[in-house]
């Protein structure tokens, strides 16, 4: 069984801080991994999606991927109060038709 | 666009009961899915498509089964509910060619409760 794992927090940080959350697969052969934040009682919504080892940056987002090491991180910077939620990783599966989640990792930033 | 759509967005059923969820997009994505989500877990698939007429499963399928006649539509039928069945379940979309995945776009959820 295929797996991908997240530390599950809470992961606490202050407004403006840096917020820094991991996740490993198991699957050598995924070929794209993607970050959803998910709001307490709403759906997922997309973050970053990564497809190529090294960095991916979106305004305050940046996607890290390695495959290497089998290893993708979300870092938030200049965190705010409304990026409290909780964020899922997920990588494909072998044959592209699927993802796997984690089990999320619950982020929360004071004021 | 509506997006992903999914009714009802809440249902209490009794055990032995079924139903149908609802799940549609207007997207043209020929990629559909079914999670479920228990509190503190991550999304377990049940089901998906990868086009009209062709469904595989999921990580958690028994209990459920799906049909895909149309692009757009992508129900899930529950049969004979029991309290295991109790969940939160979202529908998702994507448009997705070869072995890489896009991005998947989901509905607002259906919250069931099985007594």
């Known amino acids: 069984q295929k797996e991908v794992e997240q530390n599950s927090g809470p992961l606490s940080v202050p407004e403006g801080a840096i917020a820094s959350l991991n996740c490993t697969y198991s699957?050598?052969?995924?070929?794209?991994f993607f970050w959803y934040r998910q709001y307490s009682g709403k759906s997922p919504e997309l973050i970053m999606s990564?497809?190529?080892?090294g960095d991916k940056e979106d305004g305050r987002f940046t996607a890290q991927l390695n495959k290497a090491s089998q290893y993708v991180s979300l870092l938030i910077r200049d965190s705010q109060p409304s990026d409290s939620a909780t964020y899922l990783c997920?990588?494909?599966?072998?044959?592209?038709?699927?993802?796997?989640f984690g089990k999320g990792t619950t982020l929360s930033v004071s004021s | 666009n509506a997006g992903v759509t999914q009714t009802p967005k809440f249902r209490i059923l009794k055990i032995g009961q079924s139903m149908t969820l609802q799940c549609a997009q207007d997207?043209?994505?020929?990629?559909m899915y079914w999670y479920r989500q228990d509190p503190g877990m991550g999304l377990k698939l049940i089901y998906y498509?990868?086009?009209?007429?062709?469904?595989d499963k999921g990580e958690v399928p028994n209990g459920y089964n799906v049909s895909r006649s149309t692009t757009e539509d992508f129900p899930l039928r529950l049969e004979l509910a029991a309290p295991s069945q109790t969940s939160v379940y979202f529908c998702?979309?994507?448009?997705?060619?070869?072995?890489?995945?896009?991005?998947?776009?989901f509905g607002p959820g259906t919250r069931l409760l099985v007594l």
């Open positions: 699957d050598r052969v995924s070929q794209s």
């Open positions: 997920a990588s494909s599966n072998q044959a592209g038709t699927a993802l796997i």
């Open positions: 498509s990868v086009g009209a007429g062709i469904t």
């Open positions: 997207m043209n994505h020929n990629y």
């Open positions: 990564i497809y190529s080892n």
């Open positions: 998702a979309s994507s448009y997705s060619r070869g072995r890489s995945q896009e991005t998947q776009y």
